[in-house]
């Protein structure tokens, strides 16, 4: 059952943490004061190296330091017994110094504060690498999605909706699907938005369903988007596909549809895991036989191929690629020094902690960081926009180039920096994206 929630009605907190002194260096707390598993420090830690190399000026460090908004709503949902729920909503807006708030909104028992606004800075990076007129944010809400039926989801989603109402818009902020949401949640969103508009708004959400307003290439883009990637840091590392051997952990939206993108360029998945277990067979899993199942099923377990191992087996495989594309905090300094792939290349939002960055590293292991290898979900979320937008639909041909172009592009933008600046991948992406936030920021200058 949800937990009860305490927080007052709506609060929306305009974050101002103090800066006692002016003069505040541009350094992320110094270390050991961050918390490995906390998202958010996580995010700062690696914000912050990249600040530093930029030589950012303090005042523009202390604005990204900063979510622009962040609101906490109750959602009392009446469940299907008549019982009364409340469930804790959260919608925090990091940036939108580049254009409108855009970043998903998950359901799921691991949801806080800080994992929401975390993962809404990762938007604003994210849109900022792959050069989106986007700012970022993030959505969730505090719940177990697998005890809720189908009406109990939606009641829950229209009050969520209703609750951040006053932020959402096709130009002020934009969610889309994330963790354990689908584009059934993204067309109630849509529809409670448009009934208190009074008038069809398609483009308040992307990834909604394509019979409504959703682009083709959508669904499975972020997966798609994450085997591209893969494929260039294969080609710069001098890998070739045919025969490479892979681990995806996790196995939704984006690790299915990375594996079996993976599969039809010729690598060989040795082993796909989700959160009830995962599987190993070095002649190759049988991807789409493994999604087939997992339709059925609901997860992967009792899959009846395979050898059954851990998910911390499978981190620790020896592979040519490892994809983790689950959630955060996987791969941290407790499993780092064993993993054995040789290329990373993260579908999942914060996969790795920043002090497993400096173990990979010192281990040789080129890591596509996820700020950039899971960008081709909001890619076409951007392109799904555009399309609502101009009222003028494209072929999921024209979605899946323009997909790969902007993927090559942006792959290619971070890697001349990285080799620039000898540094990693993560840490040029987010050179590349803080600098350009930054830009906007200067242009737009500070409000009065
Ligand atoms: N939830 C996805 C992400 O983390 C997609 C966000 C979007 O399309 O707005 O990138």
């Known amino acids: 059952m949800a937990r009860e929630n305490t927080t007052p009605d709506l609060l929306i907190r305009e974050p101002v943490t103090p800066v006692a002194d002016p003069r505040q260096p541009v350094t992320p707390p110094a270390s050991g004061t961050l918390r490995e598993e906390n998202p958010f420090d996580a995010m700062l830690a690696r914000y912050g190296q990249a600040a530093r190399l930029l030589d950012l000026e303090v005042g523009i460090d202390r604005i990204l330091r900063h979510p622009e908004k962040e609101i906490i709503v109750a959602v009392p949902v009446e469940m299907d017994d ?38 809404a800075a990762w938007m604003t990076w994210k849109c900022a690498v792959v050069d989106l007129p986007f700012g970022g944010a993030k ?53 409670t938005y448009s009934m208190h508009a009074r008038q069809p708004e398609t483009a308040v959400v992307t990834g909604k369903p394509v019979a409504m307003g959703g682009s083709l290439g959508r669904r499975e883009a972020t997966g798609r988007g994450v085997a591209i990637s893969a494929g260039e840091a294969m080609s710069y590392v001098g890998m070739p596909m045919r025969g490479a051997t892979v681990a995806v952990q996790g196995f939704g939206n984006v690790g299915s549809t990375a594996a079996q993108l993976l599969a039809r360029d ?29 339709r059925t099923h609901g997860t992967l377990e009792g899959y009846p191929k395979g050898d059954a191992i851990t998910n911390d087996e499978l981190l620790t495989l020896e592979v040519d690629l490892l994809v983790p594309a689950a959630l955060e905090n996987v ?5 780092a020094s064993r993993i054995r792939a040789k290329v990373i290349c993260e579908g999942a939002n914060g996969p790795t902690t920043a002090a497993a960055d400096a173990i990979l590293e010192s281990k040789g292991i080129f890591v596509v960081p996820d700020i950039l290898a899971n960008a081709g979900g909001v890619t076409v979320s951007y392109f799904e926009w555009v399309q609502n937008r101009a009222a003028w639909y494209w072929t999921e041909s024209q979605v899946n180039e323009r997909l790969t172009e902007v993927m090559r592009r942006s792959f290619a933008d971070v890697l001349r920096l990285a080799t620039q600046h000898g540094v990693t991948m993560r840490t040029a992406a987010y050179m590349l994206a803080v600098g350009r936030v930054a830009t906007a920021h200067r242009l737009r200058g500070v409000y009065a």
């Open 139 to 191: 959505g969730g809400v505090l719940c177990d999605p697998f005890t809720l039926s189908l009406r109990e989801k939606e009641r829950l989603t229209r009050r969520y909706t209703a609750g951040i109402i006053h932020t959402l818009g096709p130009d002020s902020d934009v969610p889309a699907p994330d963790v354990n949401t689908n584009e059934q949640v993204m067309a109630w969103i849509m529809d």
């Open 266 to 294: 010729g690598c060989r998945v040795v082993a796909i895991g989700d959160k009830t277990g995962a599987i190993h067979d070095e002649r190759g899993v049988d991807v789409d036989d493994a999604i087939a199942w997992v």
């Open 82 to 119: 008549g019982d009364i729920q409340v469930f804790t909503g959260y919608r925090v807006i990091h940036s939108t110094a580049r254009g409108p708030g855009k970043g998903g909104i998950r359901y799921d028992a691991g949801v806080s504060l800080d994992e929401v606004k975390a993962l």
């Open 331 to 335: 791969i941290t300094s407790r499993n």
